[in-house]
């Protein structure tokens, strides 16, 4: 192989005489990483476990014919329902000229009346429930400083302190005597010890006798009671 002979004060570029030699051998390799290529691919597919398909065949049943049953059938559609007949007013014969008799006692004697009815009637209970007792003149409260007296000390102590008031209407039944025989709560207060309060005052009470006309009566009254802290 001939030398090159570089002249003086020239440099030779070591990086171009690299290039030029991998240029030289470009062919060598590029063949060379072809059939190294080759055979690696050869050699997979001959070492390589072959795969298999699992089966995945099915089998088609016959299909079963199913007899339907027969079509039902419809009945007819009813007859038509007939139409009311028109009324007609019929015609009758009255004389003009009618009269009723006069009721006299020639006529209906007093031997052949009824009986007057014998069996009395019953007394009802009228204090078992509130019920319209019909009187005249109201019974009056007689006892109110007594009243009041018993409010104070009847008054729960618990609302008291926290001034709270309320009203409860109750019903008392009165007896002749002004007594307060029965009574019931009518309307609450919202409160229990004031509704159980108010039941208790009840018996202070005293009134006088209702009247119904001249006659004394026992009577149902609805009356308010009413606790308030001054």
Same mark, same amino acid.
């Given at each position: +192989? ?14 171009? @005489?690299?290039?030029? !030699? ?11 990483? +072809? ?20 089966? $995945?065949?099915?089998? $088609?049943? =016959?299909?079963?014919?199913?007899? +339907? ?21 019929? @015609? ?5 000229? $009618?009269?009723?008799?006069?009721? @006299? ?27 319209? @007792?019909? +009187? ?29 008031? /309320?009203?409860? =209407? ?5 007896? =002749? ?12 207060? /919202? ?12 018996? $202070? ?9 001249? !006659? ?15």
């Amino acid at each position: +192989m001939n030398a090159i002979a570089v002249p003086a004060g020239v440099e030779i570029d070591p990086a171009k @005489t690299r290039n030029e !030699q991998f240029k030289n051998r470009f062919e060598s390799l590029l063949w060379g990483s +072809m059939i190294a290529a080759t055979v690696l691919h050869f050699l997979l597919f001959q070492l390589w476990p072959t795969l298999t398909v699992e089966d $995945v065949s099915f089998t $088609v049943e =016959e299909l079963e014919i199913i007899e +339907m049953p027969p079509e039902i059938e419809i009945p007819p559609a009813p007859e038509a329902i007939a139409r009311p007949g028109t009324p007609v007013m019929a @015609t009758a014969n009255i004389d003009d000229d $009618v009269t009723i008799a006069l009721t @006299t006692f020639e006529n209906n004697p007093v031997a052949d009346l009824p009986p007057p009815p014998t069996a009395q009637k019953e007394a009802v209970d009228i204090s078992a429930a509130p019920v319209f @007792t019909p +009187m005249t003149v109201l019974p009056e409260i007689l006892n109110v400083t007594e009243i009041r007296e018993a409010l104070l000390a009847q008054y729960p102590a618990i609302l008291r302190e926290a001034r709270i008031g /309320g009203t409860v =209407e109750v019903w008392f039944f009165i007896t =002749e005597e002004g007594r307060v025989q029965e009574r019931r709560v009518y309307a609450s207060s /919202g409160f229990k010890d004031f509704d159980e309060a108010a039941l208790r005052v009840a018996d $202070v009470f005293r009134f006088t006798p209702a009247l119904n006309r001249d !006659q004394v009566v026992p009577v149902w009254i609805r009356f308010p009671i009413v606790f308030q802290v001054r």
